[in-house]
């Protein structure tokens, strides 16, 4: 269920596009000014920002330019700004895509999947099988030797990236900035503990890894513990 930041002041059109977009199957939080989409922002990434320009405290250009600062997250600007230059302008300073209003929400989700797709082209359709493990980046499941795993959003995300790139050691860095969407540097402790999470509900220890090893220092991979004894 991919999470929209929906940052819009007008309430009617919150609550309708809330409405359409639940129904359509996303998870979205609203933020009725720049600062509180910011706070929201940096807080956890969430996968799409849509984006009003016109907002009561900064305008969303400005905001635009901040949330850029801080992370790689697609966002898509919505305005009843129509004239080229500003589309351009919008463009330029890191929008991933432009909606003039009004537009319906079907609309919107279709450039929402776009741009998601486009944030992630390494993700595959397929289920990715590891031995006992599979994950379902389509559905967002994740089973070990035919039982579900509960996973947070981010414990899930945390594992296909590993999984898509198996047998890899991926540093901290480059998960900071491909799951959390953090391409200017974040919080190691953050990927650490997310790790010691996944590794507890996997089933394993520290001191006895499986399928999750980590290296200190540097990050961490995913194997295929059958593999290793062959």
Same mark, same amino acid.
């Given at each position: 269920?991919?999470t929209v930041t929906l940052v819009e002041?007008?309430?009617?059109?919150?609550?309708?596009?809330?409405?359409?977009?639940?129904?359509?199957?996303?998870? *979205?939080?609203?933020?009725?000014?720049?600062?509180?989409?910011?706070?929201?922002?940096?807080?956890?990434?969430?996968?799409?920002?849509?984006?009003?320009?016109?907002?009561?405290?900064?305008?969303?250009?400005?905001?635009?330019?901040?949330?850029?600062?801080?992370?790689?997250?697609?966002?898509?600007?919505?305005?009843?700004?129509?004239?080229?230059?500003?589309?351009?302008?919008?463009?330029?300073?890191?929008?991933?895509?432009?909606?003039?209003?009004?537009?319906?929400?079907?609309?919107?989700?279709?450039?929402?999947?776009?741009?998601?797709?486009?944030?992630?082209?390494?993700?595959?359709?397929?289920?990715?099988?590891?031995?006992?493990?599979?994950?379902?980046?389509?559905?967002?499941?994740?089973?070990?030797?035919?039982?579900?795993?509960?996973?947070?959003r981010k414990e899930f995300d945390l594992?296909?990236?590993?999984?898509?790139?198996?047998?890899?050691? *991926?540093?901290?860095?480059?998960?900071?900035?491909? *799951?959390?969407?953090?391409?200017?540097?974040?919080?190691?402790?953050?990927?650490?503990?997310?790790?010691?999470?996944?590794?507890?509900?996997?089933?394993?220890?520290?001191?006895?890894?499986?399928?999750?090893?980590?290296?200190?220092?540097?990050?961490?991979?995913?194997?295929?513990?059958?593999?290793?004894?062959?």
């Amino acid at each position: 269920m991919p999470t929209v930041t929906l940052v819009e002041d007008d309430e009617r059109i919150t609550k309708t596009l809330r409405a359409a977009l639940e129904e359509l199957g996303y998870a *979205v939080r609203t933020a009725p000014n720049a600062m509180q989409a910011l706070r929201d922002v940096t807080a956890d990434t969430g996968d799409v920002v849509v984006l009003d320009l016109g907002l009561p405290d900064v305008d969303g250009h400005e905001l635009l330019k901040m949330l850029r600062a801080v992370s790689s997250v697609p966002i898509i600007i919505t305005t009843a700004r129509d004239d080229e230059t500003e589309i351009v302008r919008n463009l330029d300073s890191g929008a991933d895509d432009y909606m003039v209003k009004p537009f319906s929400a079907l609309q919107l989700d279709a450039r929402i999947r776009a741009v998601i797709r486009r944030a992630r082209p390494d993700q595959q359709n397929g289920p990715i099988l590891i031995g006992e493990l599979e994950i379902d980046p389509r559905l967002h499941r994740a089973f070990l030797a035919g039982r579900e795993l509960t996973l947070t959003r981010k414990e899930f995300d945390l594992l296909q990236y590993l999984a898509a790139r198996r047998g890899s050691v *991926v540093t901290k860095r480059e998960l900071l900035a491909k *799951v959390w969407r953090q391409p200017f540097g974040g919080e190691d402790r953050t990927v650490d503990v997310h790790l010691s999470w996944l590794r507890r509900k996997l089933g394993e220890t520290a001191a006895n890894p499986r399928y999750l090893r980590v290296v200190r220092g540097v990050g961490a991979q995913l194997i295929d513990p059958g593999a290793q004894q062959h």
